[in-house]
């Protein structure tokens, strides 16, 4: 058992064999509580979250201050920040939660056989789940409230930038737990572990059912390289759109326009923008002006190059990019094919759009693009939990195994198969 | 990416990453094919299975040869064996998977969004899978089968037992999927490459999007703690069934004897018997009167040997024993609280049952193990694919991520959304 070999150095070992124990045994309780019980629990902690509100701004405090020392960006400064609106903002969230159907116990399938036992797909609970982010205090609610309705209970590794901030968000979560009646263990962080917690994490299979990584893409290569535990991979978005030669101008040009500008930090962003030679003359004009309009700095092949020359020269780790920032890289194409050979050849499978006006195209492109989400004639930014109606997100899983796409509570659940017979024998 | 830092000693480098990708090609072809194509080539590896079938048995002879020569055991040895009737039968399993609903298409989940968009969640095949299996031939035939309906290609690792049978195996489906019109790359062996083959299989992220081992626990563990490709875990089975202190006894003694006895080679069969203590007198003697019929050992506690002194005093290996034998281990318990523990413990989570007329028991029971399928007064042999109705079976997972239980068709396909719009933008 990975957690029974811990190196002499992991001082803390019988600390975090017992949270894992621990959370194991709140996990069973947790499996067969009633929705109404977890959605009290939900209420208290939104209740708490805004009581405790001094406390947690007191602790977050000192984790800006070692934010500041320690040089992060501002962009990173500002998600680790709280502050009464962002709390406020934080417990409705969570309340908006107990108004979500509660996914275990669904019955997924089932029939009586032939010999007339009656068997039922229903789902349950994974029963523990990871957590491993970065320097985001508001994704230790977010976390420990889906695992919560969903009847998980949850390990949290929030990283040593949230620190302060995660320990009393963690302390509010386990209190109002404990006023609902549910076990405390339900939501616990190993964040005074440090990188050692994440690492044995990664390796307590048997305890943990599945591991989730939220963050960069560097996080979430190192989880999913190292984790013995089953990992669900979440994120890094190379999205592309291509324009076809029968796309509409406007459309293009507010469809491109929105999927590159509208949140530029975002997985489901547009990173490189693909269009049809045919199209280039006619559509790719107004499609850069809009854009240029906002300050997008256009990465651009030799061809765009010679009709735009106020584009920078691509390289190929342009078509790699996953730029976060007001950048795009751009390239002409000769052809459907060629579109669909480049997203092959770059995509991270997460969301690619077609914009055209062609129907067979359109059927080829959602066919044979292998990605989590494929569109036509819409913007990627729409690949979110939120915009799908599931009413609140977990992530965005680029894998194909359990879920893909945006994932709702419903993928924070596994199934299982009850039988009930009258002494049925096999022959 | 893992496949290019081979270590010098392994010399056919480019051969296996060259099969790698050509899988990959393959499975894009697959994706798209319509049912009827892909029954036709399952159609054509059944007609060529029996023509090929003297090459087929000649090289199996080989593989036999080596088994008496390397000292296998005869249980293996026949698992070994292909003969006339063997590829006859095999051949009609492959037509009766043309019978079976292609799973990819299907449309899972949708809707329209309250701004136009059109959202629908459908099947699709993995792409490329990977299996490592040991000196059975025969699942070379049904995982290839198997994996070409649900439009998977498919990389093969049968071990060095079976490697000649497997080869002329693969040469007669990759035969009838060129004579189909499949490519031939859908269906391929690494056999050639040995350990190092199924070593670097379980590196190939981004060739292989998932694995399945079958086999023993040994090659199962292997498989799940070194892959760094997505696994789905199947198998090892320490399945209990606790007779509760209503259960009718006649039944007990039928449904325990069939658990038990009816095959005891594989995963679903019995392997702990745990009893109420206020059962023991009344249904205990009829239980093991039956077992012992049938030459079963016991390996019972103390409790157990006062009643019943023709038992074998149980070891804690006893309580964790997959025995695959006429082997049983027997424990008196005092309540159903101590038979959850007991399963808790120790079970591996694959297939539990309980007898009992008491529906509290029965349905507390069903809620709290936490098994892939949980029953109540039925045979834990009816865990298989084929009892269920999925018409064939890949497997039986024992993880919780994305399939629990027995695996048919739809088990082998992930899930991607086509959403459809009109030029949305996300305000």
Redesign the interface.
Known sequence: MAVTTAPATFADQIGFDEKLKAARAAS?VL??LPSERKDAALRAIADRIVEDSARIIEANALDLEAARDNGLSTGLQDRLRLDEARLSALAAAVIDITALVDPVGESIRG?T?PNG?K?N?VR?P??VVGAIYEARPNVTIDIASLALKSGNAVILRGGSAAENSNRVLVESIQAALVSAGVPAEAVQTIDEFGREGARRLMQA?GYV??LIPRGSAELINTV??ES?V???ETGAGVVHIFIDETA?AD?AA??V???KV?RVSVCNALETLLIHRGAADRVLGPVLDALRASGVTMHADSATRLLYADSVDATEDDWRAEYYSLDLAVKIVDSLDEALEHI?TYSTHHTE?ILTQDFTN?ERF???V??????????T???DGG???FGAEVGIST????A???MGLQELT?????????????G
């Open positions: 069973r499996a067969t029939r056989l036992l068997i797909q349950v994974f029963g299979r059912d599945v999913v390289a013995k089953p990992v669900i509409d459309l507010e469809v326009h929105n999927a509208q092959q759009s359109a959602l066919a044979e292998d990605s989590a989400v494929v569109m036509v004639n819409a913007s930014r729409f690949t915009e799908f109606g894998q194909k195994l359990h893909r796409g945006p596994s199934t299982k198969w009850l039988v009930r017979g009258t002494g049925q024998t096999r």
